[in-house]
């Protein structure tokens, strides 16, 4: 029973913890896309091919490998926690 | 209000210290003496101190307590500065089981097992714990693990420590950072819409209330106004 408390409210803490990780991380790669453009295109105020560059990068991140490798933050503490139960609990 | 930003600031980082050190786990060099099995009727106070039933077993009201009684090298500075002297100290030997804190210890047995053979001897050994002996409340430090070591002297290195005060520092940091990210990117033009909303809102009223006060304004005498 403990332990199915334990795999319920951890999966719920990790899944928090996994959300917030994918948000910033997106946003971190918006806020790069944006500057990139501002760079490229100083003098722009074409808001239309803006938003499609940034769009374009976002759909190039997403299919990238960095938001797979967030799903880490659920393989990470499991296999530490087994770690801490083997190493306890062996002579 | 300076002084009292200070004492909480302070007050908070006395507490989260305290509670890492009671939760982190520590190493003391001792010889045991005996191991025994007593009866323990908790009281509402020293309840949070002990952990739950055998991972096995159903929680009772009162049950049987595994203790290793033992002679302790003593230290100073949490560990760090080894002494001649020795004082008793005694460790219960409970299952942590699946819930706090995640030591995730089910061997008690063993490992009471495992310390009665260390007692037969004389020899010292390294035994791992966690917790506060707290005389007046009965409270008493988990042992985790105990292993022999040739000479007292040992040179122990807190690896486990070691990296979990690395990983605090990385995750504060991190979320920090994820704190401002989402200031920067979420909060902050939220806020320059909604305060550009109330200075529209505020310059309106302020209009309309000049209307009402120069209306009223008009029942006045004039010298008045």
Redesign the interface.
Known sequence: M??V??VVFGFLALSVIYL??AV?SR??R??KLEKAWAEDNPASTDMAARDAFVAKGIVDYNASYRPKLIALVYVVPTVI?AG??YI??T? | MLRLKIAFRVLVFVTFGLFLHYVLPQHDIVRIGSTEIIRTDFSGFNRIFYAQADSGGVEQPTRDLRLINTDKKKTFLLGFVARDTTEVMVYRNEDTGWIWPPYFKFDSSDLQAESSSVARGDSWAVLTHYGWRVRWASIYPNAIAVRIVDIPDVRIIPWFNIFFFVFLVVGIAFLRAMWMQFRERAVDPLMDTAGHHYDEASAGMAKRRGRVRRWLDTWRAKDKR
Request: aromatic share 12%; charged share 20%; no cysteine.
């Open positions: 403990a332990f408390r334990l917030s990780v910033y946003s971190v918006r806020e926690v801490i139960v306890t609990n002579n």
